[in-house]
């Protein structure tokens, strides 16, 4: 964009973008810079609530790092982040392959496929944790009577069935995100290549594996890229099913920073625990950004050839 | 001689009146003053707005709410009284402090007003006035709401606590009456458990009731968080080993094991249902038997804290109002919290409570509620043996800290998880001392 080279018509043009992009960033300094350099500035300050702080510099992060639960939320959080993409990305594909061949009830089948994704967290959350109740459980009441337990499962009582419990809900809010995204990275796929590929004789695994994967790559980067900022950073979930308990064993960076914060009062290593998911994240991005660079450097390499 | 004389008496005469009015006007409160038809202290459009919880016995709201407009009508203000669940109470005041604006009282849960002491003015004429008028104020309650010299709050009153359990298949067992020492209690819940009657507790990360059962057992059996000192942790020392170790023994063989997973709410609904023999709770359960559970409510009683060899102690929860030093209506907000805490509007609104309510003075102990209902009438007594969080020390920003932390919950819950006693007690005393910083 060459302002002094440009013609009138288009200086009018970028002015006018740069108007309609001004709410978008207003919206962006006040709800997210703001915010953001806020708390940077708490993080590095020994504030609790009703008193000022003066400045100390990381200590509020070196006592994170030696906190022990906080080094158990870390973990947590990575397990939680990593087994639940994982689950959302493989039946998420199983889901789009499927619409993607399914021509009766298309409209209705992937509306209610979306209902997880649409309906507000707190409501599913609450539901599920009904289903997981230790002692009004439908879903012990289901299997009490398929004859398959014969005492109350408690989904949330321990700490690997708690953190299990909490993947499987993350991974049933989630899924539809993958699905339709998918689907819609799906559609692009030019039908002839498959026919290529079935002439030569590929099963449907290697078709699959050969054509659909390597098409797919950048949206399913893309789609995993936001999941996985959307799940480190996971609140209500977890909030509402277990609090972090038991004994610490559901910990996520939100809920750890949240009961720093407000439950002690010690606002400033809340600010803390929170920002600690930043460096994470910040290297996700960077790898996956990477990645669908490199991605589109070998296309480039393929198309000059 | 005689003219002074006369002079003299005049001025004492005088000064008796007044010193009287006065003392009137401290002991009957503002009305007092209206009645002797004062034009209204407060501008036209003056709102003064208190938060504070739902109520559990949502009659006590009612006569509260009611109380506030009678209060707002007779100043010539308005008086919001402002109910969010319990849980969002201590979000919204944290959030109003942070933010300078907001409720000009707050109805602040437990020993909370001394993280907030900075935030909260000096209210130690009216808890002085009210302590006067009533017999004097029970140290638990005080501890809760005094710091630095100064009261920083009100208390209205602290939860009654006691454990609610099933008479009737206490009768089928053949057992008397409720366990006075711990291991009559093991015993007791064991006989139920196997008849698929077991004790429930909530051991998660809930606000009142793993709290109100752990801390107390641990007091019993001689246990304590810290010295006198307030820096000292002993938790470590003697007494907490053995309540760990009762607890992992006590789990297994007495209690429902859902107990992990619980909230405040989760032992009510299960002792309702009909899958509890005994839970530690407020008369919050007998209440809502009453009128929704007749069946249970019949045969239901409560009995106090087995004794353990330190003696019996309870944590209980308690309410407490601050007003802020951010209100533009600090004069007013105490006037109103000397009014209702005034002999007339408490007792209207504490006999309502039913129980429920401890009052934090003392004059209350003979008052014919308690008396009432003999089930009920083992609640008076819990604040003789209540003990505040971070005993032998203050209840104060550390003792917060291990609370909101969940440490005392969480020795227990990884004993039961599978650590040694030694272990999660090594544990817990570790990350005290990270936090008293000895």
Same mark, same amino acid.
């Given at each position: 964009?060459?302002?002094?080279?440009?013609?009138?018509?288009?200086?009018?043009?970028?002015?006018?973008?740069?108007?309609?992009?001004?709410?978008?960033?207003?919206?962006?300094?006040?709800?997210?810079?703001?915010?953001?350099?806020?708390?940077?500035?708490?993080?590095?300050?020994?504030?609790?609530?009703?008193?000022?702080?003066?400045?100390?510099?990381?200590?509020?992060?070196?006592?994170?790092?030696?906190?022990?639960?906080?080094?158990?939320?870390?973990?947590?959080?990575?397990?939680?982040?990593?087994?639940?993409?994982?689950?959302?990305?493989?039946?998420?594909?199983?889901?789009?392959?499927?619409?993607?061949?399914?021509?009766?009830?298309?409209?209705?089948?992937?509306?209610?496929?979306?209902?997880?994704?649409?309906?507000?967290?707190?409501?599913?959350?609450?539901?599920?944790?009904?289903?997981?109740?230790?002692?009004?459980?439908?879903?012990?009441?289901?299997?009490?009577?398929?004859?398959?337990?014969?005492?109350?499962?408690?989904?949330?009582?321990?700490?690997?069935?708690?953190?299990?419990?909490?993947?499987?809900?993350?991974?049933?809010?989630?899924?539809?995100?993958?699905?339709?995204?998918?689907?819609?990275?799906?559609?692009?796929?030019?039908?002839?290549?498959?026919?290529?590929?079935?002439?030569?004789?590929?099963?449907?695994?290697?078709?699959?594996?050969?054509? *659909?994967?390597?098409?797919?790559?950048?949206? *399913?980067?893309?789609?995993? #890229?936001?999941?996985?900022?959307?799940?480190?950073?996971?609140?209500?979930?977890?909030?509402?099913?277990?609090?972090?308990?038991?004994?610490?064993?559901?910990?996520?960076?939100? *809920?750890?920073?949240?009961?720093?914060?407000?439950?002690?009062?010690?606002?400033?290593?809340?600010?803390?625990?929170? #920002?600690?998911?930043?460096?994470? #994240?910040? #290297?996700?991005?960077?790898?996956?950004?990477?990645?669908?660079?490199?991605?589109?450097?070998?296309?480039?390499?393929?198309?000059?050839? | 001689?005689?003219?002074?004389?006369?002079? !003299?008496?005049?001025?004492?005469?005088?000064?008796?009146?007044?010193?009287?009015?006065?003392?009137?006007?401290?002991?009957?409160?503002?009305?007092?003053?209206?009645?002797?038809?004062?034009?209204?202290?407060?501008?036209?459009?003056?709102?003064?707005?208190? /938060?504070?919880?739902?109520?559990?016995?949502?009659?006590?709201?009612?006569?509260?709410?009611?109380?506030?407009?009678?209060?707002?009508?007779?100043?010539?203000?308005?008086?919001?009284?402002?109910?969010?669940?319990?849980?969002?109470?201590? /979000?919204?005041?944290?959030?109003?402090?942070?933010?300078?604006?907001?409720?000009?009282?707050?109805?602040?849960?437990?020993?909370?007003?001394?993280?907030?002491?900075?935030?909260?003015?000096?209210?130690?004429?009216?808890?002085?006035?009210?302590?006067?008028?009533?017999?004097?104020?029970?140290?638990?309650?005080?501890?809760?709401?005094?710091?630095?010299?100064?009261?920083?709050?009100?208390?209205?009153?602290?939860?009654?606590?006691?454990?609610?359990?099933?008479?009737?298949?206490?009768? !089928?067992?053949?057992?008397?009456?409720?366990?006075?020492?711990?291991?009559?209690?093991?015993?007791?819940?064991?006989?139920?458990?196997?008849?698929?009657?077991?004790?429930?507790?909530?051991?998660?990360?809930?606000?009142?009731?793993?709290?109100?059962?752990?801390?107390?057992?641990?007091?019993?059996?001689?246990?304590?968080?810290?010295?006198?000192?307030?820096?000292?942790?002993?938790?470590?020392?003697?007494?907490?080993?053995?309540?760990?170790?009762?607890?992992?023994?006590?789990?297994?063989?007495?209690?429902?094991?859902?107990?992990?997973?619980?909230?405040?709410?989760?032992?009510?609904?299960?002792?309702?249902?009909?899958?509890?023999?005994?839970?530690?709770?407020?008369?919050?359960?007998?209440?809502?038997?009453?009128?929704?559970?007749?069946?249970?409510?019949?045969?239901?009683?409560?009995?106090?804290?087995?004794?353990?060899?330190?003696?019996?102690?309870?944590? /209980?929860?308690?309410?407490?109002?601050?007003?802020?030093? $951010?209100?533009?209506?600090?004069?007013?907000?105490?006037?109103?919290?000397?009014?209702?805490?005034?002999?007339?509007? $408490?007792? !209207?609104?504490?006999?309502?409570?039913?129980?429920?309510?401890?009052?934090?003075?003392? !004059?209350?102990?003979?008052?014919?509620?308690?008396?009432?209902?003999?089930?009920?009438?083992?609640?008076?007594?819990?604040?003789?043996?209540?003990?505040?969080?971070?005993?032998?020390?203050?209840?104060?920003?550390?003792?917060?800290?291990?609370?909101?932390?969940?440490?005392?919950?969480?020795?227990?819950?990884?004993?039961?998880?599978?650590?040694?006693?030694?272990?999660? /007690?090594?544990?817990?005393?570790?990350?005290?001392?990270?936090?008293?910083?000895?």
């Amino acid at each position: 964009m060459n302002w002094s080279k440009a013609t009138r018509r288009e200086r009018k043009e970028w002015t006018f973008a740069f108007l309609l992009l001004t709410p978008a960033l207003f919206m962006l300094v006040v709800f997210v810079f703001y915010p953001f350099l806020k708390g940077l500035w708490l993080s590095v300050i020994d504030k609790e609530i009703a008193r000022p702080g003066v400045f100390i510099g990381l200590k509020n992060f070196i006592k994170l790092w030696n906190d022990e639960i906080f080094q158990r939320t870390a973990q947590n959080t990575i397990l939680y982040t990593i087994a639940a993409t994982i689950l959302k990305l493989g039946i998420g594909m199983v889901v789009a392959l499927l619409l993607n061949q399914i021509i009766k009830f298309k409209r209705i089948i992937r509306a209610s496929m979306l209902l997880p994704w649409i309906v507000p967290t707190v409501l599913s959350t609450l539901a599920w944790k009904w289903m997981f109740d230790p002692t009004f459980s439908v879903i012990n009441f289901f299997l009490f009577h398929l004859g398959m337990i014969n005492k109350q499962v408690s989904w949330l009582g321990g700490p690997v069935i708690a953190l299990t419990s909490v993947i499987i809900v993350n991974a049933w809010r989630g899924m539809p995100f993958f699905a339709i995204t998918l689907l819609a990275g799906l559609q692009t796929i030019n039908p002839a290549l498959y026919e290529a590929a079935a002439i030569d004789g590929a099963s449907g695994w290697q078709r699959f594996w050969n054509v *659909t994967w390597p098409l797919l790559m950048p949206v *399913t980067m893309v789609v995993v #890229l936001f999941s996985v900022i959307m799940t480190f950073a996971d609140f209500q979930l977890v909030y509402i099913l277990t609090g972090g308990g038991p004994a610490n064993s559901t910990h996520l960076f939100a *809920t750890y920073a949240y009961q720093i914060g407000i439950a002690t009062g010690k606002i400033s290593e809340g600010a803390a625990a929170s #920002l600690a998911m930043f460096p994470f #994240l910040f #290297l996700v991005v960077i790898f996956q950004l990477w990645y669908i660079r490199r991605g589109e450097e070998v296309k480039e390499k393929v198309k000059r050839k | 001689m005689g003219k002074q004389k006369r002079s !003299e008496m005049n001025r004492r005469t005088f000064l008796k009146t007044a010193g009287v009015a006065a003392g009137a006007t401290v002991l009957t409160g503002i009305p007092g003053i209206l009645a002797a038809q004062k034009p209204p202290a407060y501008p036209k459009g003056t709102k003064l707005h208190m /938060l504070q919880w739902i109520n559990f016995i949502p009659d006590g709201d009612k006569v509260f709410v009611a109380q506030a407009a009678e209060f707002g009508k007779q100043m010539g203000v308005e008086v919001v009284v402002e109910r969010i669940g319990m849980n969002d109470v201590r /979000l919204k005041v944290t959030s109003s402090v942070e933010a300078k604006s907001g409720p000009d009282i707050a109805l602040i849960p437990n020993n909370l007003a001394h993280l907030y002491t900075e935030a909260l003015i000096n209210v130690s004429d009216v808890a002085e006035a009210i302590g006067k008028q009533q017999g004097g104020y029970y140290e638990f309650a005080k501890a809760n709401a005094f710091s630095g010299g100064r009261w920083i709050a009100v208390p209205q009153f602290v939860y009654s606590w006691a454990w609610n359990y099933r008479e009737d298949w206490f009768k !089928e067992e053949g057992i008397a009456k409720f366990p006075e020492t711990w291991d009559e209690f093991r015993a007791v819940g064991k006989k139920l458990k196997a008849k698929g009657r077991p004790i429930g507790q909530c051991f998660g990360h809930s606000e009142n009731d793993p709290n109100n059962y752990l801390y107390a057992l641990i007091w019993c059996f001689g246990g304590m968080e810290v010295e006198k000192d307030g820096k000292t942790v002993i938790i470590d020392k003697k007494g907490t080993l053995e309540a760990i170790k009762f607890n992992t023994a006590c789990w297994k063989e007495a209690f429902d094991e859902g107990g992990l997973t619980w909230d405040d709410a989760s032992n009510n609904r299960a002792f309702l249902a009909g899958s509890l023999s005994i839970t530690g709770n407020s008369p919050s359960i007998y209440i809502a038997a009453r009128t929704k559970f007749p069946e249970i409510y019949k045969v239901m009683n409560h009995a106090p804290m087995p004794k353990g060899p330190a003696g019996r102690f309870y944590q /209980l929860p308690s309410l407490n109002a601050g007003v802020f030093k $951010y209100s533009k209506n600090q004069k007013l907000a105490k006037e109103f919290i000397r009014w209702y805490m005034d002999k007339k509007q $408490y007792a !209207e609104w504490f006999h309502v409570m039913d129980t429920f309510a401890i009052p934090p003075t003392k !004059e209350w102990y003979n008052d014919p509620v308690w008396m009432k209902d003999p089930k009920c009438t083992v609640f008076r007594d819990n604040i003789l043996d209540a003990r505040v969080i971070g005993y032998a020390g203050p209840p104060g920003k550390k003792a917060t800290e291990v609370l909101a932390k969940y440490i005392v919950v969480d020795m227990f819950v990884k004993a039961i998880q599978g650590a040694t006693p030694e272990e999660a /007690l090594k544990w817990g005393a570790t990350e005290m001392r990270k936090i008293y910083g000895a």
